[in-house]
């Protein structure tokens, strides 16, 4: 599977359809559509579509409101036969697409292939998806400090200050960068977890990207930032 594709969507852990959880919801449809396999994060921080407020995951009572990330990796022509499941299911949110290529994969074993069971219509915008956008990738330490604040943070309410699409932090379990290239941070050892990689995602149209990159710059003094073109494949425009 060297030639493959990334569909990537956003959604609110808080969103019901059918009596389950939305992002329970896309992960049986992608079993249903023979995706092989799919993932689910949940963010540190962010805001998305439907609540426009920064959600944390210290508070227990914006719990419904974070964004969880489900990410497939599978062949093309699966994830065209996913899109219209996804784009029947979510309401409020946003899916990206983009070729990806795949350097190791272990396929699962199985006397007879994965069929669709479930049937939806596909909408019209699967076959000319918006791309027109962009995303910007930035790994920072979780200590950084930008005026005061954590970085990650004050990035989330700067994008959404200059009202960009919607942003997600994911926290990561362990790693090391630029700051602590010399020790590995770990989640759960005290001393070391104070400087875990956080990865902030901003998605939005590219001229909106344009403009906000600079103060990104600026903001970001020990970290990364990649910018790349993405196919959204399903988008519920802030009403």
Not at 4 to 21: C, H, N, R, S, W
Not at 42 to 50: C, D, I, K, L, M
Not at 80 to 104: D, F, S, W
Not at 114 to 136: K, S
């Amino acid at each position: 599977m060297k030639n493959a594709e990334q569909l990537t969507i956003y959604v609110a852990e808080g969103d019901f359809v059918q009596g389950k959880p939305l992002y329970r919801a896309l992960m049986d449809a992608a079993r249903q559509a023979g995706i092989a396999g799919i993932t689910v994060m949940r963010t540190a921080v962010g805001y998305g579509q439907r609540y426009r407020s920064i959600s944390v995951d210290w508070m227990m009572e914006l719990a419904p409101q974070m964004i969880m990330v489900l990410i497939a990796i599978d062949q093309p022509e699966a994830i065209v036969r996913y899109v219209p499941c996804v784009q029947a299911l979510v309401e409020y949110g946003l899916a990206v697409k983009e070729p990806v290529t795949v350097v190791h994969h272990a396929p699962v074993l199985s006397d007879k292939p994965a069929q669709p069971t479930q049937q939806f219509t596909p909408f019209t915008d699967q076959e000319n998806p918006m791309t027109d956008f962009e995303r910007l990738t930035i790994y920072v330490g979780e200590s950084e400090q930008w005026q005061g604040k954590p970085v990650h943070l004050a990035l989330v309410e700067e994008a959404r200050r200059h009202g960009l699409v919607g942003a997600t932090v994911v926290r990561g379990v362990t790693g090391y960068g630029k700051h602590n290239h010399e020790r590995i941070t770990f989640l759960g050892i005290v001393e070391l977890s104070s400087d875990l990689p956080m990865v902030i995602t901003v998605i939005d149209r590219t001229d909106k990207i344009e403009q906000f990159l600079p103060l990104v710059q600026d903001m970001v003094g020990g970290g990364i930032v990649v910018r790349d073109a993405i196919n959204v494949v399903h988008h519920t425009p802030v009403k």
